[in-house]
């Protein structure tokens, strides 16, 4: 059983250049969550799809945004990249919106130039 | 804003002694979960406190969670090289835990 997979691994992109990161849920989870890791600190909770909508979203700007695809499956889209959106990408999973326990996928580290 | 922060910052200890780590916060939190990351990986949830004043026990990692829900702590007792990583502690609000705020986390290393 296959848990979160995310893709890809590593990413280097210039600033002003647009960005998709991918999510795979782990298997019978059907609710995406979001999350940026910058170094040193800890993750902050960018949004949360769930049923292919977008239920709940932290304090980022609308250059950041998502889809979810009817197999659970979830994009995240950062537009006019900025020195700061370094970071490590998380996605994380769960049964439901309701649910506590998530798990989360090894991530992306992207580095913006 | 729901902030939480984590202390100590670092942490290096021989094999063998206990620590402990603690997570605060102004805010009241429904519940509060602690994971472990260790490089390259995501976070993996340790264990997750609701009640008040409650305890748990995970082999030699003790959780507990404050009478007023607004700390916690993480107790690891005879520390093993595995143990190694950050520890992050997440507080869940009101909406049955979701849109969790994390705190910085304690970097700990255990040295052989």
């Known amino acids: 059983d296959a848990g979160v997979t995310q893709s890809p691994t590593h990413l280097i992109k210039t600033r002003g250049q647009q960005v998709t990161l991918r999510c795979s849920p782990k298997?019978?989870?059907?609710?995406v969550s979001w999350y940026q890791q910058a170094l040193g600190q800890g993750p902050q909770f960018i949004f949360q799809y769930y049923e292919e909508e977008e239920r709940q979203r932290g304090n980022f700007p609308d250059r950041f945004s998502g889809h979810q695809f009817p197999n659970y499956s979830s994009e995240l889209n950062v537009n006019a990249l900025l020195l700061g959106d370094s970071a490590l990408y998380l996605c994380?999973?769960?049964?439901?919106?309701?649910?506590?326990?998530?798990?989360f996928g090894p991530g992306t580290r992207l580095l913006v130039l | 804003t729901q902030l939480l922060e984590q202390s100590p910052q670092f942490l290096s200890i021989q094999e063998g002694e206990n620590l402990t780590v603690y997570c605060n916060s102004s805010?009241?939190?429904?519940?509060l979960q602690w994971y472990r990351q260790e490089p390259g990986e995501g976070p993996v949830l340790l264990v997750t406190v609701v009640t008040g004043g409650e305890v748990k026990k995970l082999k030699r990692l003790t959780f507990q969670f404050g009478d007023a829900r607004k700390d916690s702590s993480l107790h690891i007792t005879a520390a093993q090289t595995g143990d190694t990583g950050l520890y992050l502690c997440?507080?869940?609000?009101?909406?049955?835990?979701?849109?969790?705020?994390f705190g910085p986390g304690t970097r700990l290393s255990v040295l052989p």
């Open positions: 994380a999973s769960s049964t439901s919106p309701g649910e506590e326990t998530q798990y």
């Open positions: 997440a507080g869940g609000g009101d909406n049955y835990g979701q849109n969790f705020v």
């Open positions: 805010s009241v939190f429904s519940s």
């Open positions: 298997s019978g989870h059907d609710t």
